[in-house]
Structure formats: structure tokens, C-alpha cells
């Protein structure tokens, strides 16, 4: 039997999660405010054709869409229903927003044995703060990192907060769902919570642990690395383009194929810790050289003895070589299918008051 998810959730975090287990093969029924549904609906412009906000369509594909108002009674009572049927239920309400609307997870938990509940947070389950990626980001050291050393610290340019726990979220879920068909899901485990800035602070992985061991605060490096030279942006005679040293094979290789003898004859560079003590001198000298031809004039001779690189495409560039789709968004990045577009706002509604989870059975 398929999964089964009924996802409760909103904006950006929630419906990643029930995207992901969507595209890996559960029926997932999305349930939003009626006249309004989702925000990201009118997150927009743009919107396509049929109105529908590009925000929207990007996380909301294999799901299909029952507006209710969880404040009314029959409309709750559906949702009940739906909730015995199905083995997960994901939302992202406020703490203590839905107990007052009759739906306290610890109760329907208790009445549903084989119920697994995910509630995914801004800032962990005791907190009513709401959970702003900008926010996130800002509290949980990224901006902080993230810039030119002499700017101001700088976001990144995508809600990755979000996009991040949205995947802890189904990996948590999937755990949960494996330990249940195992027979040894404990009580205590069926209720899993994340939280945005748990996931933003536990991705801050090696630039945390510099700063554990070193003692020393984290700063921002810009386009280059605290640990690895060169591995940093560098302007070609017409684009820029990167170069990410990683080893030092590597390096040797990326030196004798820039035609660098002298930095290739230097003992000094031969390990990344000479080179991070000389960084100022190695990325002067591939500047100066990367900027006397052209980006695939260089990319052609690194690529060809395995040196780490390439040029820096626009979003536009980048997509063009995916299936990406104007209705059904980016290609799915696990193993996992595109069924259904991005539901209109109860376009299922009648078929699913009827039917039940039985709405997707061929």
C-alpha cells in the first residue's frame, strides 16, 4: 500500500516535504484554507497562464488539494476521517494553534496507534515565533558568513532554510516510517519535530566545527574558502569562472596546466596549508593569469586533467539542461516520479469528501 500523507502545511518548509514524498509514490492530500488556499498562491508575479503563482508551482507538484476550514465542524470531522486513513500527517502551525481548533497532535496521536506526526517549526516546538527563512538565516550564523569581507553580510539567494529542513523533514519521516514497519517505532518518536533553525545551524557543518576548534568566530570569506587554496571565483579575459582546488594532486595539475612553473616548483605550495598560509601570493599570480584568456580557454585545459571548475551560469543557463517544466517545476533530485501538476485551490475537494484516500485509486 502507498504511503499516505495528509499535509496540513503552508508556504515553503511543509510543502517541500510532501513534494519529495510525493515524487517518491505517496498520495498526499493537501488541505488549505478555503478562498485563499496556500499564501505562495499569490506570491507572485509571475504567475502563469491559469494564474497560478510561479512560488506555488515550484513545490506543490503530486499532491492533490481539499480546501477546509479546520475551525469548522463538519469540515474538521473531514478531516478526522482523513487522518484515520492515513499514516502521516505534516503541518506547520503554531504551537498550540491547532489543540485550540480540536486537533492537539498528542490526542489524535494517542486515538491513532499507527499515526506517525510531523510538525515542522521556525524555531523548535516551544516557540511561537513564526519561521522566516530571512530570519533563519540571520540568527543562525549564514548571513554572518555569507558576502564580501568588507560588506555587509549578505543572505543566500534562495530560502535554503526552508528548502533544508523540508528535506529533514521527509528524511525524518521515512526513518519513522521504516523503524514502524520494523515493529520498533517507540511512542515518543511518532511525533518528530524540526525545526528551520536546527537544520540552518546543523548545515553550518565544517565552518561550525572551525570555529569549535579553533576557538576563533567564523568570518566572511566572499567568493574563496577559509580552508582550501585556490578554490575561489576568478575573472577570465571574458567571464568569470571558478576554480576549486581540493587536493594537492590537484593542485599540481592546476598550476602545470595554467603554465605556472614557478608556483609548480615552490615546496612552500606543495600542501593546502602552505597554500592557505599564502593565499595572497597564489590567487595574485592565477588572477593574473586566468584573466589573459578566455573562461573555455581554461576550463577546456583544467577539465582536462581533472582540476575542479567551470564558469558561472545564470539561472536561466542552468536550467536549460534539466526537464525542468513551467507547471511542474524542477525535475526531481531523489529517485521519484512527476504524476500530477500542482493542484488548483479544492480542485479534488468533492472527489475527496466522497472518497476519502480512495480518491487516488485508479
Not at 485550540?100 to 516546538?125: A, H
Not at 605556472?260 to 598560509?277: F, K, M, P, W
Request: charged letters at 25%.
Amino acid at each position: 500500500m502507498k504511503l499516505r500523507v495528509l499535509d496540513l502545511s503552508r508556504v515553503l518548509a511543509g510543502p517541500v516535504c510532501s513534494m519529495m514524498l510525493g515524487d517518491l509514490g505517496a498520495d498526499v492530500i493537501k488541505v488549505e484554507r478555503p478562498g485563499q488556499g496556500d499564501e505562495t498562491r499569490g506570491w507572485g508575479p509571475p504567475f502563469d497562464a491559469d494564474g497560478e503563482s510561479a512560488y506555488f508551482l515550484a513545490i506543490n507538484r503530486n499532491k492533490k488539494s481539499l480546501a477546509a476550514d479546520l475551525a469548522n465542524h463538519g469540515d474538521r470531522t473531514v478531516i478526522l476521517d482523513l487522518i484515520r486513513g492515513a499514516d502521516v500527517v505534516l503541518e506547520n502551525f503554531l504551537s498550540g494553534s491547532l489543540g485550540r481548533l480540536g486537533l492537539d497532535p498528542k490526542e489524535v496521536l494517542e486515538q491513532n496507534p499507527s499515526l506517525i506526526w510531523c510538525t515542522i517549526s521556525g524555531f523548535g516546538p516551544e516557540s511561537k515565533r513564526p519561521g522566516y527563512d530571512f530570519v533563519i538565516q540571520a540568527e543562525c550564523g549564514w548571513m554572518a558568513i555569507t558576502g564580501e569581507p568588507d560588506r555587509a553580510p549578505m543572505k543566500v539567494g534562495i530560502a535554503l532554510s526552508d528548502v533544508i529542513a523540508g528535506k529533514d523533514a521527509a528524511i525524518a519521516i521515512l526513518a519513522a516510517v521504516a523503524e514502524r514497519g520494523a515493529g520498533s517505532l517507540s511512542p515518543e518518536r511518532r511525533h518528530i519535530n524540526i525545526s528551520l533553525a536546527d537544520s540552518a545551524r546543523a548545515a553550518l557543518v565544517n565552518v561550525a566545527q572551525n570555529v569549535l576548534v579553533s576557538g576563533k568566530d567564523a568570518k566572511r570569506w566572499g567568493n574563496a574558502h577559509p580552508n582550501l587554496v585556490p578554490y575561489q571565483l576568478f575573472e577570465a579575459a571574458d567571464r568569470p569562472f571558478v576554480i576549486a582546488v581540493g587536493s594537492d594532486s590537484q593542485w599540481r595539475a592546476c598550476v602545470e596546466a595554467l603554465d605556472l612553473r614557478g608556483l609548480a616548483e615552490d615546496q612552500t605550495l606543495a600542501t593546502n596549508a602552505g597554500r592557505v598560509a599564502n593565499r595572497e601570493r597564489v590567487v595574485l599570480a592565477l588572477a593574473d593569469r586566468v584573466g589573459q584568456m578566455a573562461a573555455q580557454y581554461w576550463i577546456d585545459r583544467l577539465q582536462s586533467v581533472s582540476v575542479p571548475c567551470g564558469v558561472v551560469r545564470t539561472v536561466r543557463e542552468a536550467i536549460e539542461v534539466s526537464d525542468a517544466d513551467p507547471r511542474t517545476g524542477m525535475p526531481p533530485s531523489a529517485t521519484g516520479t512527476v504524476r500530477m501538476p500542482p493542484p488548483k485551490l479544492d480542485e479534488h475537494g468533492d472527489t475527496i469528501r466522497t472518497l476519502g484516500w480512495r480518491a487516488f485509486q485508479p
